[in-house]
C-alpha cells in the first residue's frame, strides 16, 4: 500500500480571499478537477459532473468554511453514497499571494493504481487553479 494521505501545494499570485472564493465554488470547480468536469449543481451544496480520466459520473457535496479558507469535499458514485476525502487549504502569504493546497485521504478499497492517480491528477489540478486565478486577477 502506497500511504494513506497526499497534499500537493503551489503558490498563487493573488489573494488567499480570491482563490478561497475561487476553489469554494461548485460549479467554477468544474474547471479544474479532472475527476469531476462539466459540473452541474443538483443541491444545495450536491454538484455531479465527469471523470476526464474514465468518463465514470462523480457526485460531490462541497463544504467550505470561510472562516478557515478552508473547503472540504465528500466525494462518491452516487449522492448517498459520499465519503469525505478530498480539502483545499488556502493561506494568505501576503497581500497578493497565497498556498492553495489540495489533501487528498485513501478509501480504505482504494488500489494503488487509483490512489497513484488521485496524487498525479491533484498535481495537474494545482496547475490549473493556479493558472486560472492569475489569469483572472
Avoid: N
Avoid at 476526464?52 to 467550505?64: A, F, I, M, N, S
Avoid at 453514497?81 to 485513501?106: D, F, K, N, Y
Avoid at 478509501?107 to 498525479?120: A, C, F, K, L, N
Wanted: charged share 30%; hydrophobic share 40%; with cysteine.
Amino acid at each position: 500500500m502506497i500511504g494513506l494521505f497526499h497534499a500537493a501545494t503551489a503558490e498563487v499570485g493573488v489573494s488567499a480571499k480570491q482563490a478561497f472564493e475561487y476553489v469554494a465554488d461548485g460549479i467554477r470547480q468544474g474547471e479544474w478537477t479532472l475527476g469531476c468536469w462539466d459540473r452541474e449543481q443538483i443541491g444545495d451544496d450536491l454538484f455531479r459532473g465527469r471523470s476526464l480520466y474514465d468518463g465514470q459520473e462523480t457526485y460531490v457535496r462541497v463544504l467550505p468554511r470561510r472562516e478557515l479558507l478552508l473547503v472540504d469535499f465528500e466525494v462518491g458514485a452516487a449522492p448517498e453514497a459520499l465519503v469525505p476525502r478530498i480539502s483545499v487549504r488556502v493561506r494568505p502569504r501576503g497581500e497578493r499571494a497565497c498556498t492553495v493546497t489540495l489533501m487528498a485521504w485513501r478509501t480504505p478499497d482504494q488500489d494503488d493504481e487509483s490512489w497513484e492517480r488521485v496524487r498525479d491528477l491533484h498535481r495537474a489540478e494545482l496547475h490549473l487553479i493556479k493558472g486560472r486565478l492569475e489569469l483572472a486577477f
